[in-house]
């Protein structure tokens, strides 16, 4: 029972040491976090945008979120390493963040959806879904659940491990809207399925996708 209770233990210390780093790291470009005990030090990497912003000024912005690490979080020794984000489009945070500013801005959350998974695809991912659930519609009406998603996305089983996934909340002002963002990064190997084949999206997809554009050309002018 004492195994157990310490597993549980570590994984909620993990869980808010996660939770602490992103809201700490957002204006950074927080992406996600790996954290690695072993017995003589605690490793964290974190994936960020802008990894000049969490090193600062002689590595001060650092060493101070190192030392509230460990009196925070009681971590022995914590060794902070920052990675910069290769592909913004292939981060499910990153794209889920910028799904909800758009949401939150007003705009056709249809569109938002189907503009965002084309930018996905051509990124190079083998396979994604974006799910928008909540007061999608005006003032009153219902909540309702959008779905678009293309290409191979495991849904159960081991290979579902091998899927990025994440989920923000926008609050425009009828109402709060989940989304969430699952990714298959190019290059992705499943047990036992063959290389995956080239996806051509939707035709439906690739039209909203191009009316977005449009309008955030004009908007820009």
């Given at each position: 029972m004492a195994i157990e209770r310490k597993f549980l233990e570590d994984s909620i210390s993990?869980?808010?040491?996660?939770?602490?780093?992103e809201k700490e790291?957002?204006?950074?470009?927080f992406s996600k976090v790996d954290i690695q005990r072993t017995p003589m030090v605690t490793r964290i990497n974190v994936e960020v945008t802008k990894p000049g912003k969490v090193i600062g000024r002689k590595g001060k912005t650092i060493k101070d979120l190192t030392d509230a690490i460990q009196k925070n979080f009681g971590v022995d020794n914590p060794q902070i390493s920052v990675s910069e984000v290769t592909n913004e489009n292939l981060e499910p945070r990153l794209v889920a963040k910028r799904v909800v500013r758009s949401i939150e801005m007003g705009r056709n959350v249809r569109r938002i959806l189907h503009f965002t998974l084309k930018t996905i695809m051509d990124a190079g991912a083998?396979?994604?879904e974006i799910i928008a659930s909540g007061k999608i519609a005006a003032k009153g009406a219902r909540a309702k659940r959008l779905r678009v998603g293309a290409g191979y996305l495991p849904k159960s089983g081991e290979p579902s491990r091998l899927?990025?996934?994440a989920h923000v909340t926008a609050y425009p002002k009828f109402g709060a809207i989940g989304v969430r963002v699952k990714i298959v990064p190019p290059g992705t190997v499943f047990p036992g399925k063959e290389k995956t084949k080239p996806i051509e999206l939707p035709r439906v997809i690739k039209e909203a996708a191009a009316e977005s554009e449009e309008d955030a050309d004009i908007e820009s002018k």
């Open positions: 993990r869980y808010k040491l996660a939770a602490y780093l790291l957002d204006r950074a470009g083998l396979g994604a899927v990025r996934v």
